[in-house]
């Protein structure tokens, strides 16, 4: 009967993914890398803000950065010549990641909290490492090697310090690859070179309890992220069987749903989930690689995200990888342009197309001038002007039309201020969509 209690729960958190309507259809932004060929985001926060690696120019070496909707901001390593991974960020801001010592090729664990850089590596006595994940109490998870050259997972806070925990015995190496707000910690174990278990990190009174999850050896898993209602999703795989996308259940006997695969595909993996338990990752045709095309799991159906964009866009060959997906429903990964790249992407959920306009003509007439400054004042303070497209006179781009977009745009045309950001001077979507409308732009068909 227990069993039974455990099955239906899970179900009913299956059923209840994605109370809204079914796939959404998606409008894709190609998020700008930091010069380089390669670009790959990681995850993605509510607000939208989005880390991840790009390469440099002409290099290929990295840097972590993070892209704010409109301008993606390198981050520096512990040292001015130090490459940067960022792998993970929280609601508050705050992103983590790895810094890389290409002189003498060590690796530290590090933490950016606003213009703060913190490495990690003192308090956890570690020889190397990398974060993964922090969530909105700041708390730090990922792995690092303590006296041996097997990493293992670690968790740290600034209050407490760090401590190596959160691989299973009998184990040489380990990875906390998530943890959500609760402090409900997810990870692999495994042994180099052979097929990991899944695990999970539970906090209690004693500290930190350390249990498997999925299938028993020689079965194989690994947890990559877990939700904030507890829901884990990952990879798992019978022994000389491709891996496929799983949430992992507190069921010993049903320990796995299997999620499938995409059409014509033998394995998957699932990377991330949000709180409705919307789940994203990489469905393909290799055994051991999963990378083939990025996928969705909404409603209980896997659908390629290839065929979920509105907006037909010769710019891309394929999407790879989704890596991440916010309450949003907004997702990130990387995939590659017709131009060659590994470039990172960013899917907006749209019910309806966007619509075109030119930010700064705010009076829609064809012209970016003093009328629209003039335009805005009339429609706040005197009444006397519709504004036909609120994207169009949010001109400061900060998803209200205030007193500031008229102080902006005459900044921009007479005192050489900064010029409004895309779509500016042509007709195009908002790379960003906030919520304003955009209810008719004549000179935009």
């Given amino acids: 009967m227990k069993r039974m209690h455990v099955i239906l729960a899970v179900l009913a958190v299956v059923l209840a993914w994605s109370g809204l309507d079914a ?78 010592d290409l002189v003498s090729l060590t690796t530290a664990p590090v933490l950016w909290r606003g213009d703060e850089l913190i490495d990690l590596t003192a308090d956890l006595r570690s020889d190397g490492g990398t974060a993964l994940d922090i969530n909105d109490a700041g708390v730090v998870v990922g792995m690092a090697a303590v006296g041996t050259p097997f990493a293992k997972g670690f968790i740290w806070d600034v209050e407490s310090g760090g401590q190596i925990i959160g691989t299973l015995e009998g184990r040489n190496g ?80 049903e320990p796995l749903i299997n999620l499938g695969t995409l059409r014509d595909a033998i394995s998957s993996a699932a990377f991330g989930v949000n709180d409705a338990g919307d789940i994203v990752g990489s469905s393909g045709d290799h055994p051991e690689w999963v990378s083939g095309h990025a996928f969705a799991v909404f409603d209980r159906t896997m659908y390629d995200l290839n065929d979920l964009i509105d907006d037909a866009d010769d710019e891309w060959a394929v999407l790879i990888e989704a890596t991440d997906i916010n309450n949003r429903r907004e997702i990130v990964g990387w995939g590659e342009t017709r131009d060659g790249q590994t470039s990172a992407f960013l899917l907006l959920p749209v019910s309806n197309p966007p619509s075109p306009f030119t ?19 009339s429609f706040l303070f005197l009444g006397t002007e519709e504004v036909p497209c609120e994207q169009a006179a949010n001109t400061n ?5 205030e007193i500031s977009d008229a102080v902006f745009l005459l900044n921009y045309l007479f005192l050489g201020g900064k010029a409004p950001n895309e779509p500016f001077q042509s007709c195009g979507v908002d790379p960003m969509p906030d919520g304003l409308t955009c209810k008719s732009f004549a000179e935009c068909p």
């Fill in 23 to 100: 796939q959404p259809t998606y409008h894709i932004v190609r998020i700008p890398g930091l010069g380089g060929l390669d670009t790959r985001p990681r995850a993605i926060n509510d607000q939208g803000i989005v880390v991840g690696s790009a390469t440099l120019a002409g290099e290929r070496e990295t840097r972590g950065f993070f892209f704010d909707g409109s301008t993606t901001t390198p981050l520096s390593g512990l040292t001015p010549a130090a490459a940067s991974v960022a792998n993970g960020l929280n609601e508050n801001g705050d992103i983590v990641g790895q810094s890389i």
């Fill in 174 to 253: 380990g990875a906390n690859r998530s943890i959500n707000n609760a402090g409900v910690v997810v990870g692999d174990s495994f042994y180099f070179g052979d097929p990991g278990q899944a695990h999970r990190v539970i906090p209690c009174e004693e500290g930190y309890e350390t249990r498997a999850i999925g299938a028993p050896p020689p079965a194989s898993g690994v947890a990559w992220s877990i939700n904030n209602d507890g829901l884990i999703v990952g990879m798992a795989a019978p022994r000389f069987a491709p891996s496929t996308a799983v949430i992992f259940t507190p069921d010993a006997e």
């Fill in 359 to 377: 930010r700064g003509d705010a009076n829609a007439d064809g012209f970016t001038d003093i009328s629209d400054a003039i335009f805005i004042l």
């Fill in 397 to 401: 781009d900060e998803g209200v039309v």
